[in-house]
């Protein structure tokens, strides 16, 4: 069940919205003033928001499983569609990802573009791409024509993330006829970089694809660290389209989820809990799905004078303010980052994988 644009991020939460003060310094100074962006045309875009519940490693079941609710949205009249982090890949802290791991031009590229033509649509996912002796977590919009754009590779991979795969810079956009299209996959939503980077390339919509469970709270994980992400997350295309003044689009997947913990005999069990939101660029929340499967599709307004001019306001690391400890991530993604470089089983399987067409 999807709510409308009065329900907006975190309802039913009991965790209201607050918007850091960046975000409110943006609300009071209103969108930019006339200039070169503001003489240009608005554009109406009808977008759409996949939420699917994934497998590990079962790479054609996923894209199967996503396909219906893909042809749902061209039906409401959807012309761009976006669908989650790793949609056939699944999600994992093990070796197992690689499992589902793709060489450039693998099922989900093919998929994409074979369902983004047939039903005149732009497709846009992620996918756990091998190059050379590296797994990489990397973004591809296609067109109706077939013709992909600029790809998108996750920059800052997340907590046990690095332990299996690598990130790689970039200007996170792809170009369109409707516009500059900025990519933020998932954690990468949370971080001063992106926030910064988006509004540098001066971006005209951002699309935000995440594989993001709610771990189960642990005597070293408090319940309170488990909400705070979860509300994070859910209120990530809110935050994004308020500070840009673009418009934002998430997804998530949704169903249980259990996965192994690197070097620790520990097991983390969850769920993804949805929360796909469709965000206008003047902040207002146009759409925002639960727990469950499901599409949503709304149209958004590509407006270059509702822009900010100021630079959004950024608290050290992070994109929003956030609590001092979430920095012990940073202990966790180095460990791991040495490990996935010392891997190599990791530089075997990743050329196993890359050199299959």
């Known amino acids: 069940m999807s709510r409308r644009c009065g329900d907006g991020p975190g309802a039913g939460s009991g965790l209201p919205f607050v918007p850091p003060s960046g975000m409110l310094v943006a609300m009071l100074k209103g969108p930019s003033t006339p200039g070169s962006d503001a003489a240009a045309s608005a554009t109406r875009l009808r977008v759409g928001a996949v939420q699917v519940a994934c497998e590990n490693g079962r790479i054609h079941a996923n894209l199967a499983g996503a396909l219906p609710w893909v042809e749902q949205a061209a039906e409401r009249g959807a012309e761009l569609v976006l669908l989650p982090e790793f949609l056939a890949a699944g999600y994992v802290f093990s070796a197992a990802i690689w499992d589902g791991a793709e060489p450039r031009n693998g099922p989900t590229v093919q998929w994409l573009r074979t369902h983004a033509r047939r039903l005149r649509v732009w497709l846009g996912a992620t996918f756990l791409e091998a190059e050379g002796a590296d797994f990489f977590n990397t973004f591809v919009l296609i067109g109706p024509d077939g013709e992909e754009g600029q790809r998108v590779r996750k920059q800052t991979p997340a907590f046990f993330e690095t332990f299996f795969t690598r990130g790689e810079a970039g200007s996170h956009t792809t170009s369109t006829p409707f516009g500059k299209v900025g990519v933020g996959i998932c954690y990468e939503n949370q971080l001063a970089f992106l926030r910064r980077l988006l509004h540098q390339q001066n971006v005209?919509?951002?699309?935000?694809?995440?594989?993001?469970?709610?771990?189960?709270?642990?005597?070293?994980?408090?319940?309170?660290?488990?909400?705070?992400?979860?509300?994070?997350?859910?209120?990530?295309?809110?935050?994004?389209?308020?500070e840009l003044g673009v418009p934002a689009v998430m997804t998530n997947k949704c169903g249980a989820w259990s996965s192994p913990l690197p070097l620790t005999p520990d097991t983390w069990n969850g769920v993804f809990p949805g929360n796909a939101t469709i965000v206008d660029g003047d902040g207002t929340v146009k759409a925002q799905l639960g727990a469950e499967p499901g599409v949503i599709v709304e149209d958004v307004l590509l407006d270059p004078?509702?822009?900010?001019?100021?630079?959004?306001?950024?608290?050290?690391?992070?994109?929003?303010?956030?609590?001092?400890?979430?920095?012990?991530?940073?202990?966790?993604?180095?460990?791991?980052?040495?490990?996935?470089?010392?891997?190599?089983e990791r530089r075997r399987r990743a050329r196993e994988v890359g050199q299959s067409r």
């Open 204 to 242: 005209d919509l951002v699309l935000m694809p995440h594989s993001a469970p709610t771990p189960a709270p642990r005597p070293y994980l408090p319940r309170y660290f488990v909400e705070l992400w979860d509300r994070m997350v859910s209120e990530a295309a809110l935050a994004t389209a308020t």
């Open 305 to 344: 004078a509702r822009k900010r001019r100021v630079a959004p306001a950024v608290y050290g690391r992070w994109s929003r303010p956030t609590p001092w400890f979430a920095n012990t991530a940073q202990l966790v993604e180095a460990e791991g980052a040495l490990w996935y470089a010392l891997s190599r």
